[in-house]
């Protein structure tokens, strides 16, 4: 199972980050940050004027396509992003599937002010400390990837540093773990990790068991704009973007484009 193989890849990177640089001292290094996490709940939430949230992703390659954009700049990436409109910037930080690194966050963060996801595979506290310390405002953490205590764990510790988690799922097993941890920004991934065949009707199969009050945040697979208005019309906030765009040319005139409203 290929989760399994990243998050053993992860553990053992984060082993040798501990050591390098300990918990206390990344700790300390906060006092000096200048990166203040945003609320992000606001930028995600759908509204009658903008019911197409658009959490544009820098993202370079992944485990099932390979390397999606050769001349990739992420920087260059993100400030597209911010030209065509996005309400966040999801930023890949897993350096061998995915081929990110932590260093994206803090050089965008520098530069562009729409509020930034760091996207990983969150196992420990250490990372959340990692990712606020390199300017994220929220993370992602993956219910499949984590027992009900270590979710429920793991994202009071995110609120407790003052970031939110966009906590995504792939089943309803997936989504009781996520209501039992509380979460408040439920990611519905139509991709399985297992087999990485998609199923488009998810987040509307879902949809009905996921209580009141929760932004959801609908994932791969959005290559058009019926599939976006469809997804908004049974319920989602947001639509996590990153394929779709790192195969255009011009990325911020085709996020225009895809997010035009016209109702």
Known sequence: MILD???????????RRKKEFTMDWLGRSLAFNPFQPRDIKPYITATKEN????????????PSKGI???????LMIAQEYEKGGASAISVLTEPHYFKGNIEYL?????????PLLRKDFIVDEYQL??????????????AKALSKKELKNLLEYTWRLGMEALV???DKEDLTKAIFAGANIIGVNHRNLDTFKMDMDLTEKLMPLIPNGKIIVAESGLNDKETIEHLSSVGADAFLIGEHFMRKENISESLKELVRFNG
């Not at 999606?68 to 992420?74: A, H, K, L, M, V």
């Open 5 to 15: 193989e990243i998050i053993e890849k992860t553990k053992y990177d984060l082993e």
């Open 51 to 62: 019911p197409y949230r658009i959490i544009a992703e820098v993202k370079k390659a992944s």
């Open 68 to 74: 999606i954009r050769e001349d990739f700049d992420p």
């Open 106 to 114: 803090s050089g965008i963060r520098r530069y562009v002010s729409t």
């Open 129 to 142: 400390v990692e990712a606020l310390a390199y300017g994220a405002d929220f993370v992602l953490l993956i």
């Open 168 to 170: 995504e799922i792939h």
